[in-house]
């Protein structure tokens, strides 16, 4: 279906890339061999790196002015699960063109059933299919947009003074890649190296990571089953590396394990992190997304402002609904102290839909209009400046990518982009890499730099909860597993649909019908507004917000909240976790 598309669309040239799950190059053969029937060249990595994280398919795309392209992953899923990210042009995920692949695999399987169908491939060899696809140096170029030389510069220092940092790669597609972008970074890898990694060699089961107690949780890194269970605490402990980064197996999500002095964990835990002990001297810290990218955001703001360029484009924060609004306040608050223009924006969860934006706005740029805006799902028009720049793009669910100051060409100038069309945690791992660097010089902690952030932009939202709630145990088999199931689905049904028709109602009849189903000790805020975020619904406190979003793959409903207070956001978000439509 997707070739015959691109054929009626006048697609010429496609890659293909994946990871290391299981078939995973025998699925890039077979797709670039039907497409080379079709007569669409293709370029696939060479064989010395055959696997390719998701970020370099999306950046290679737009960079050698293909057509289009295409990555074989499921990301962060389970091993035995697979996935097929197809790409545009500019290395976004589809959109207009989905619901038309979409359309063309039902009638080709209508045909299967009726008659048949024939599937052409060509040969391994065909001189349509190249190993050619190897972005990896212009990659680095635009790198150092992203990550400027004053904070690279702050690694060898502290290398000098003994600073180390591990990267667990999962086993999947990242560790290749990375120690050439690190090379090219002039940052050392290996066992005597700045950094190193854990996990490096290419697994299709990814080493058993995730897998606790019998059950396979899949390989995010934002899991406990995950960050803790990956051999962290003990090379920390045995002072072998500084800090302990991890990536997903297509490099598109990234966490940390971090240590601080003792005396810090008591505060620490009291402002929403993670702590565990660790040895008389030190506690250690865990960090979710947020909080990385609440840091990252930061670093970025106040590194612009020393560098005197805050004011020299209008650099945008863009968050999902979902996401944490903290990273949102650091640009409001030094955007109000420093008169810089820093707009925020809000997406529905995808980063299709951050793909979309930059897409626009890219549009608008080269149109030169005197300001760009933008229109959020909402109907809410935010007027972004003449010289929008991405910041930021951050999901809670730990994917985020960030642009550059001046619109990067393409390898013949044909195309521009001002931030990637794809979660690229490459670059939030070189950046973390920069910050621990120089807290090391400092002797300071990611904690201490949290702790101290949240007290220096007087962060209204700061402690944040996502509550799932799993409606029937997929463990089940038979009679059990279908009744289990259609009762799990019936209240995930009612809920969304009781919080979809808060939507168009005043904040007292919001506040009203929420009154009316909530436990009669659930002490409700003033509502401020309720209405639609994409997929999910969110209602907007006095100092809180709250958002229910149905998960589209499993059997869990998602309840988010956020404010000030942890104590009222636990139990606020408990007490909508037991509003059940149907009792």
């Known amino acids: 279906a997707r070739a015959q598309l691109a054929l009626e669309l006048g697609l010429t040239a496609l890659h293909v890339g994946g990871e290391v799950r299981p078939h995973t190059q025998t699925f890039i053969d077979l797709a670039a061999r039907l497409y080379a029937a079709h007569g669409i060249a293709v370029h696939l990595s060479p064989r010395s790196q055959p696997t390719t994280p998701i970020w370099l398919s999306s950046f290679g795309v737009f960079h050698e002015e293909l057509a289009g392209g295409e990555n074989f992953t499921a990301s962060h899923s389970q091993s035995y699960k697979g996935g ?31 008659g048949g169908v024939s599937i052409n491939l060509a040969a ?5 299919i190249s190993r050619d696809f190897d972005p990896v140096d212009a ?155 609440f840091m990252l955001t930061a670093l970025k703001l106040e590194g612009l402002a020393a560098a005197g360029a805050l004011s020299a484009h209008d650099w945008v924060t863009a968050t999902t609904f979902p996401t944490s609004r903290s990273i949102g306040e650091i640009a409001e608050v030094t955007g109000r102290r420093t008169g810089a223009n820093l707009p925020t924006f809000q997406v529905p969860v ?72 794809e979660k690229d945690a490459m670059q939030i791992g070189v950046l973390a890499l920069c910050l621990a660097a120089r807290l090391h010089a400092e002797a300071g902690s990611f904690a201490g730099y949290y702790l101290a952030a949240l007290d220096r932009y007087d962060t209204t939202f700061r402690f944040y909860e996502r509550r799932d709630l799993t409606l029937f145990d997929e463990a089940l088999t038979g009679e059990a597993r279908e009744a289990a199931k259609a009762a799990g689905n019936a209240r995930k049904e009612a809920t969304v649909a009781f919080f979809a028709a808060l939507e168009g109602k005043s904040p007292a009849e919001v506040a009203a019908t929420l009154a009316a189903r909530l436990p009669a ?63």
Not at 103 to 110: N, P
Not at 124 to 128: F, G, Q, V, Y
Not at 386 to 398: F, H, Q, T, V
Request: charged share 25%; hydrophobic share 45%.
């Open 521 to 583: 000790d659930a002490a409700l805020p003033p509502v401020t507004r309720a209405f639609r975020a994409g997929d999910g619904t969110l209602i907007e406190f006095a100092g809180l917000w709250f958002e229910l979003r149905a998960s589209g793959t499993d059997a869990v409903l998602r309840y988010y909240m956020e404010g000030r207070d942890a104590a009222t956001v636990g139990a606020l978000n408990e007490a909508f976790t037991r509003l059940d439509p149907l009792a």
């Open 124 to 128: 391994c060899d065909d001189p349509l």
């Open 84 to 114: 097929w990210k197809p790409m545009d042009g500019d290395g976004g995920q589809l959109i207009e063109m989905a619901p038309l692949i979409e359309q063309g695999v039902r009638e080709l399987v209508a045909a299967a059933v009726a």
């Open 139 to 293: 990659y680095v170029d635009v790198l150092r947009q992203v990550v400027p030389a004053p904070l690279l510069e702050a690694i060898a220092p502290a290398a000098a003074k003994g600073f180390r940092a591990a990267y667990c790669t999962e086993g999947g597609s990242m560790a290749a890649t990375a120690r050439r972008v690190f090379a090219a970074l002039d940052i050392s890898c290996g066992d005597s190296g700045t950094v190193f990694f854990t996990h490096e060699a290419e697994h299709s089961d990814y080493h058993g990571i995730g897998q606790v107690d019998g059950r396979n949780h899949g390989v995010d890194p934002g899991k406990w089953q995950v960050y803790k269970n990956v051999g962290a605490q003990a090379l920390l402990r045995e002072r072998r590396c500084d800090v302990f980064f991890i990536w997903d197996p297509d490099g598109d999500r990234f966490n940390m394990v971090t240590t601080a002095p003792a005396s810090l964990a008591a505060a620490a835990g009291a402002a929403g992190l993670e702590v565990d002990a660790l040895d008389d001297e030190r506690c250690l810290v865990f960090f979710k997304p947020n909080q990385i990218y």
């Open 350 to 421: 995808g980063f299709k839909y951050f793909a979309e934006l930059v897409g626009s706005l890219e549009k608008q740029v080269a149109a030169g209009v005197a300001t760009a805006t933008a229109r959020d799902v909402t109907g809410r028009e935010t007027a972004f400046g003449p010289k929008p720049r991405l910041l930021i793009m951050a999901e809670e669910s730990g994917g985020a990518a960030m642009g550059f100051a001046e619109p990067v060409a393409s390898r013949h100038g044909a195309r521009h982009s001002l931030a990637p069309k």
